[in-house]
Structure formats: structure tokens, C-alpha cells
């Protein structure tokens, strides 16, 4: 046992348990972190998108030093079926503003990174340490952990679980249920190298400037997921993932998709004579608003993926984790100045606190999301076909005259899908959004 | 008693990456770690530690950053560290290596006691030359027992340890007085999980550094390049032993299902070989 006693122990240290152990180091408060992998950022995956906001909100000169790769001056978004893609496109000169929006990233030097800037913050981090339980006291309020260490147990007024996706401590301690399978998606990854000029030329780009592509459709045969392509400076990030219980009893396997969306004739040019150098796989939470398990109790409260914090229609995921992170450790900091206690009852300023900002209201507004991709399976095998199959009549220049073609389109669509099929399926797609 | 464990921080040598266009050897980026045969050293004087009390010093020389393994050490148990960095001492072959961590040892006895024992490992997983243990005794006037495989009998009143050392022909038995030191070989013990007390102190300890003043050295022109005669005239990466693999998938996920697709794969760039199997399994 630790004789001494800490303000707040934080489990993990992804995006979330950062910025919380942050908030609070900064702040003056006594906290130690404990985190699983060999160093914050040795568990996860590679390649990612960092949203700007978010971090400045916590670090403001964040650009100063941290290992940024490009920053992002184009968006495709792309349909596509076995041999097209239907695309959308934004670029603009804009984006190469003095303090850029969003950036690429390599999530491991990322997160050492900020893990340096936490501890220089003044927490006390300690890596291969896995958390096992939580403790408690008579009355149930949690005052502490287990960790896999000797003499393992250490004390604290509050504990933020920012474990990540899977909430095994959540779960092991009956704070929340196990996480379903329907919640959550398994995405693999690789990093592909490259020199930095064959990928300039290759997407168009200048200096830092960086292109993502997100992409959906057959590729994820007919199970509901997405697949993406990240430029880096040296490399790129490709990866697919599905809903885990898309997978069960599908043949399918998640590198089997990633192979062939490698091999789609819209993407092998771009990966090229490059070298595959590192293959992850992980979990992202993909269940929103209607998954979230609770997020505060007696002496502890939950952040980031543990909270299926994750917007998955915009793919954002470590902004929300910094945010939640962020609030979770300015609630403790608040309470503490306070000289309250981290109960129930005075933890739900949290919550309060996350109602204000875009998570819970983003979350919110796609709250049916989830449950009409699910039961709407067109929208990742038929649709795109028949997008695809639009766009080839109309641009396909064959001697027919253009009203025969648009009745051709209109005809296909209504052949794949019964009229009130798709105008069933458009009804719920506007009710999700809304 | 004290003890030292000398120990490397070494490049994860299964994470480097040569460099797809000009074929170098891309270090930047690449995880460093403690060189692996330096943990049996450090669990072996972990172990004398345990019985006959005393204190483990651990003792690098290297960047700054090798400071991230000394910190590692101390989370496994050893009681201090010593950073030997300088600038002076960047390009040390074994020769200007061996020299420096000398100097070091004896500054490391006036100031915390002197150790009876040094440990090493028997080699690095990059150098690999298994030469600075040797030259550290030859320079500090030690006994060496190199390749040891296990400490037999340690007994510090007398002044004497017995152990196996592992040679060609067999296993040898040595004695020897101290001092002494012991390159230890792979593979003969594991290293300890420290306690979470273990690991509180590490983090928090204060790594003793040194630069070459620090350590009482003074004649530069042995340390780094200038005290380097080994001069390396080029560094190439062997062509690769196997070609490119290939995912070889099936949809259906039984064993023959798998063994099928598999053997059809081979069968296509070997087709004599499927030839060669029809026959055999035919009979005679
Ligand atoms: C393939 C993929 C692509 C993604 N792309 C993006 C993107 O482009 N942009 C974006 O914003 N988001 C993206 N996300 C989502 C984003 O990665 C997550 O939302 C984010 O990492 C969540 O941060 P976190 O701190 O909550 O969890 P994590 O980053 O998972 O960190 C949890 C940490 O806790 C540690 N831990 C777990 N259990 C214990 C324990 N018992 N004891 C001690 N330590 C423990 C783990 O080792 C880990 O380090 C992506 C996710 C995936 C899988
Ligand atoms: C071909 C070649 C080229 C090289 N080029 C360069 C170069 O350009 N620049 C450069 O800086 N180095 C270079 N080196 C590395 C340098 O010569 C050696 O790394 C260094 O002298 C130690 O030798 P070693 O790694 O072979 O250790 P070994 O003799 O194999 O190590 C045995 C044991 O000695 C101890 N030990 C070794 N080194 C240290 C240390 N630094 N601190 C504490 N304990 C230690 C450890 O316990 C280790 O297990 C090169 C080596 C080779 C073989």
C-alpha cells in the first residue's frame, strides 16, 4: 500500500486521461496517473485526425511543439461501389490559415508528447501498471485502486476512469455494463511509408498541407462501417472498420476488408510502391448517446471512449475525449477549491458541464444514428451501386438523350428498392439526423 | 554490498525501420530499450541484493535520454542510477567505451561505496561485440568470469564466488576472489515487476549525471571519437532472406478449407511440386 494519498487518481493515459490529469496537475492538484502500456501511446493505434479546438481549449500553444504531421486542407468523401467512387470534395486555400483547424497526426508520438507536457505539469505518471479494482468504502463511495503491481493498492479522493473503450473497471467494479457488441466497431489500420515528395505530387500538396478521404459503401460489404486514408509526411494512414456484430457470422474478416479496399482501383494508386510498416487493430465506440453507460458516482466519474464519447458520423473521437478529460478535471478542480467532496451529488456538476458544450449536444442530435444504419443495410451495398451506376448513365456520352437517362436512373433506383422502401428509408435518415 | 549493473540503451532493434528509398538505418522515431541481456545482469545482482543486503547502483553511458532507461531500472528494484553523458564522449568504440564507464566505476566507489561485484551483459544487441565487460576489468584490475549462466556461492567474508560458466564444450565451474566482474548470459532468470512502492520511487528519484569532469576524467583524447580506434568504413543492410509475404485469405475459416487455399497458392509458383505430391501420395 501507498501511505501517501492523492486528489485524484486517473486510469490511462489516451487523450482523455491526459487532458484530465492535466487539467488538474496544472491546477495544483495532487494527481497520479496510471497507465497499462509501456508509455502513454504505446496501445494505440497509429495514424489519426486531431481537431484543434479541442486541445487548444486545454494546452493553447499546443503548436509550438507538438508532433503535428499536415494539416488538412481537403476532405473527400467518397461513395463507392467495387469499381467507382461517387465523390465529394472541399479544398480551400482557407485551410492554410496561421492556426489550422485540423491536423494529421501518428497518435503514438502525439501522446507522448502530451503525456511529457502532464507530467511537466507536475502528476506523477507510472506506466505497466494496470488497474484492477476499484476500492471502496463502507458506504460504497470509491476511495482508491488495485493495481497489478506488490503492495499495490493507493488512495485518492476521486478516481476518473478514462480506460478507454472497453471499461473493463467500470464493468469489473458493477459501475456499468459490458460494452455490446452492436456498440462498438473494430477497426484495423496501417501505415503505409512513402517519401514526402511521391505524396505531394500524388494528392496535390504543398509543404504541410495534408488530404483525409473517408469513404463508405461496398467496400464494407454491406456491413455498417466506414473506411479512411490520412496523409502523414512520410506516410499513410488506411483503415476500414465495422460494427463488431456486423462481423459475427458474416465470412467477413477486418483484414480481409482493409486488403480489398487497398486493392480498390480508386486507392492502390495511391498506395503505390509504398511500404506497409505497422498493422493495428482496436475498438472505437460507435453507440452515442443511447449507449453511454453512467458517467459519475460516489468518487468517480468517467471519461472519453469509457463513456462512448465518439461522434462516429464525423469520425471525432479524441476531441471529445480531451473535452470530457477536460471538464471531468475542472469539476474536481472546482469542487476541491470548494472544499466539497467528490460525491454523487456534487459530481453532477460534470454533467452539467457537458450538457453546455457541442459533446452532449452533438450526441444528442445523432442520438438515432446509430440504429437507422443499422437497420437501414442499404445504405452500405445498394445505394452506393446505384449512386455509381447514376452517375456513369449521366456521364456516359452513348447517343441516348438525357430524359431517357434520368428515367433510366429514377427506374434503377425503384428496381433495387420499392418506392416506399426508399422514400422509408430517406424519412429515417432525416428523423436520425435531425 | 554493493553492486553495479552496467547496463546500455539500445535501439529496439525489432523496430528499426531502413529506410525504403536511401537504405539507411532511420533511428529517429524508433523505441529505445534496455539492452535485453543487461536485465538478466541487473535481475542476478537484484538477487544478491536480496540475500546478502547491500545496494544495486545501475550505470549507463549514453544521451540524455538514456535516462528513460535508468528510470526503468529503478522501477524494477535497483536503488540508484548513475548517467554518464557528455558530448565528449559521442563515437566511443568499445575501447573509448570501456574507458569511460572505468572512470566512472572507481568515482562511483569513492562516492557510494566500492563494489566488489560489476556486472554487464554479455553483449548489446547493436555493437555486439562483447568486449566492454572484459575491458572494464582489464582496466580496474578485476577478475572476469564471462558467459556466466549461474552464481553458484557468494561469499563476501572469505572474498570468493563460485560459478557455472557456460562454454563449448559444457559447463565449466570457476572460483575466483573479488572483485570481480560478470558478463551474465541470456535467458538464465527473469527480470522482477517491481512493486508499486518500487515504482513510485522511480519516477520520482533524482538520476545521479555526470559528465566527464564529473567522473574524474581528464585526458579527453581517450573518450569518444578521438579515443576511438575502430574506424567504420560502411554500414549496409544484407539483402532480405525472404521474398515479400502474401495474404492468403478464405472465406471459409476451416482447417482444410485454409490448408487448401494455402497449398493451391504454393502449387502456383511451384507447379512440379504438385506434380512431385500426386506421385508420392499414389504409391509406388
Ligand atoms: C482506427 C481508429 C481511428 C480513429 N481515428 C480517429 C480520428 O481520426 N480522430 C479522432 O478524433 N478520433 C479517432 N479515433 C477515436 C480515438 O482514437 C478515441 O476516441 C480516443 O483515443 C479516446 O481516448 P481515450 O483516452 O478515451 O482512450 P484511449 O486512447 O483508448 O486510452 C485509454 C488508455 O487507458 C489505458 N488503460 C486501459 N485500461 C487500463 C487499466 N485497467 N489500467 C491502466 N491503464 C489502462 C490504455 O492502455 C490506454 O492507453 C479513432 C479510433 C480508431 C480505433
Ligand atoms: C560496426 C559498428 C559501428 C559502430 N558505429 C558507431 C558510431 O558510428 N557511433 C557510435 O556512437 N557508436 C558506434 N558503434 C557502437 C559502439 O562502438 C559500441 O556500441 C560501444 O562501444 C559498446 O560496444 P557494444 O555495443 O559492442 O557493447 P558490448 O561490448 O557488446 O556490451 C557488453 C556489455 O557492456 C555494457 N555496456 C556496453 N556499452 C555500455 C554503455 N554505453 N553504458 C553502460 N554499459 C555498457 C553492457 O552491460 C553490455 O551488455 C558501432 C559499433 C559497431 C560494431
Keep these: ?434 | 554490498m554493493h553492486i553495479v549493473v552496467c547496463m546500455k540503451q539500445v535501439p529496439d532493434s525489432a523496430q528499426i525501420r531502413v529506410h525504403p528509398v536511401t537504405n539507411t538505418i532511420m533511428r529517429q522515431g524508433v523505441p529505445t530499450i534496455i539492452n535485453p541481456y543487461d536485465l538478466f545482469a541487473l535481475e542476478e545482482a537484484l538477487r544478491l541484493r536480496d540475500v546478502i543486503g547491500g545496494e544495486v547502483t545501475v550505470l549507463t553511458m549514453g544521451p540524455p535520454m538514456a535516462e528513460e532507461s535508468l528510470r526503468k531500472a529503478l522501477t524494477f528494484g535497483a536503488d540508484r542510477a548513475v548517467l554518464l553523458t557528455d558530448r565528449f564522449f559521442a563515437g566511443s568504440d568499445t575501447l573509448a567505451t570501456s574507458f569511460a564507464l572505468a572512470a566512472a566505476l572507481t568515482k562511483i566507489g569513492e562516492e557510494f561505496g566500492v563494489p566488489p561485484i560489476v556486472f554487464t551483459g554479455k553483449q548489446t544487441i547493436d555493437g555486439d561485440t562483447a568486449q566492454v565487460g572484459p575491458g572494464i576489468a582489464k582496466r580496474l584490475g578485476f577478475n572476469q568470469l564471462t558467459y556466466v549462466a549461474r552464481i553458484v556461492d557468494l561469499a563476501p567474508e572469505v572474498g570468493t564466488i563460485t560459478v557455472e560458466r557456460r562454454a563449448e564444450g559444457g559447463v565449466q565451474v570457476l572460483s575466483t576472489r573479488l572483485p570481480v566482474l560478470i558478463t551474465m548470459l541470456e535467458g538464465v532468470n527473469e527480470i522482477r515487476r517491481g512493486t508499486l512502492e518500487d515504482a513510485f520511487r522511480a519516477s520520482r528519484a533524482k538520476i545521479v549525471t555526470w559528465n566527464a569532469a564529473d567522473a574524474g576524467i581528464t585526458d579527453m583524447t581517450k573518450c569518444g571519437l578521438r579515443g576511438s580506434p575502430t574506424i567504420v568504413k560502411k554500414i549496409f543492410s544484407p539483402p532480405p532472406r525472404a521474398e515479400a509475404a502474401q495474404l492468403i485469405a478464405t472465406i471459409d475459416q476451416s482447417y482444410d478449407a485454409i490448408a487448401a487455399s494455402v497449398m493451391s497458392e504454393i502449387f502456383k509458383s511451384q507447379p512440379a511440386l504438385e506434380d512431385d505430391l500426386m506421385r508420392f501420395s499414389a504409391g509406388p
Excluded at chain 1, 476512469?161 to 456498440?183: F, H, K, P, Y
Excluded at chain 1, 457537458?354 to 437501414?376: C, Q, R, S, W
Aim: hydrophobic content about 40%; aromatic content about 8%; some cysteine.
Design chain 1, 1 to 434: 500500500m501507498i501511505k501517501e494519498r492523492f486528489d485524484a487518481i486517473v486510469v490511462g493515459a489516451g487523450p482523455s486521461g491526459n487532458a484530465a490529469a492535466y487539467t488538474m496537475a496544472k491546477e495544483g492538484l495532487k494527481v497520479l496517473q496510471l497507465e497499462r502500456g509501456e508509455y502513454s501511446g504505446s496501445k494505440n493505434v497509429q495514424g489519426a485526425i486531431l481537431y484543434a479546438n479541442a486541445l487548444e481549449k486545454i494546452i493553447p500553444d499546443f503548436r509550438d511543439d507538438a508532433p503535428l504531421e499536415r494539416h488538412v486542407i481537403e476532405q473527400r468523401l467518397w461513395t463507392m461501389d467495387d469499381t467507382s467512387y461517387v465523390g465529394m470534395h472541399y479544398r480551400s486555400q482557407d485551410f492554410n490559415e496561421e492556426r489550422p483547424n485540423r491536423y494529421t497526426i501518428i497518435r503514438a508520438q502525439f501522446d507522448k508528447w502530451f503525456s511529457r507536457k502532464v507530467r511537466e505539469a507536475g502528476a506523477v505518471l507510472l506506466c505497466e501498471t494496470t488497474v484492477q479494482e476499484l476500492l471502496r468504502d463502507s458506504r460504497g463511495k470509491v476511495i482508491g485502486v488495485r493495481t497489478d503491481r506488490g503492495d499495490g493498492t493507493v488512495f485518492a479522493d476521486v478516481v476518473v476512469l478514462a480506460e478507454g473503450v472497453n471499461g473493463l473497471i467500470g464493468q469489473r467494479s458493477g459501475l456499468r455494463a459490458e460494452v455490446r457488441t452492436d456498440s462498438v466497431a473494430l477497426a484495423v489500420k496501417e501505415m503505409h511509408f512513402l517519401p514526402r515528395e511521391v505524396i505531394e505530387s500524388r494528392f496535390n500538396l504543398k509543404g504541410n498541407e495534408g488530404v483525409v478521404i473517408e469513404a463508405m459503401g461496398t467496400i464494407t460489404a454491406g456491413m455498417t462501417g466506414t473506411a479512411f486514408l490520412y496523409t502523414n509526411q512520410e506516410s499513410i494512414s488506411v483503415g476500414i472498420g465495422c460494427i463488431v456484430a456486423d462481423f459475427e457470422g458474416s465470412g467477413q474478416t477486418p483484414y480481409g476488408l482493409l486488403e480489398a479496399f487497398k486493392n480498390h482501383p480508386s486507392i492502390k494508386p495511391l498506395l503505390e510502391n509504398s511500404e506497409c510498416k505497422e498493422y493495428a487493430a482496436h475498438l472505437i465506440p460507435e453507440g452515442g448517446y443511447n449507449a453511454m453507460p453512467e458517467l459519475y458516482g460516489d468518487g468517480w466519474i468517467v471519461v472519453g471512449d469509457a463513456g462512448q464519447f465518439v461522434n462516429a458520423v464525423h469520425r471525432e473521437g479524441s476531441n471529445l475525449a480531451m473535452t470530457t478529460g477536460r471538464l471531468a478535471g475542472e469539476t474536481i478542480v472546482w469542487l476541491k477549491r470548494r472544499k466539497e467532496i467528490a460525491s454523487k451529488a456534487n459530481l453532477s456538476e460534470y454533467r452539467r458541464r457537458l450538457d453546455e458544450t457541442f459533446v452532449m449536444k452533438d450526441l444528442k442530435k445523432y442520438k438515432n444514428i446509430p440504429a437507422f444504419l443499422h437497420g437501414t443495410r442499404q445504405v452500405f451495398g445498394v445505394y452506393p451501386q446505384l449512386l455509381s451506376r447514376a452517375a456513369q448513365t449521366w456521364f456516359r456520352v452513348d447517343g441516348t438523350d438525357k430524359l431517357s437517362k434520368e428515367k433510366e436512373i429514377l427506374k434503377s433506383f425503384r428496381k433495387a428498392r420499392t418506392m416506399p422502401g426508399l422514400i422509408g428509408d430517406a424519412f429515417k435518415l432525416v428523423r436520425a439526423w435531425r
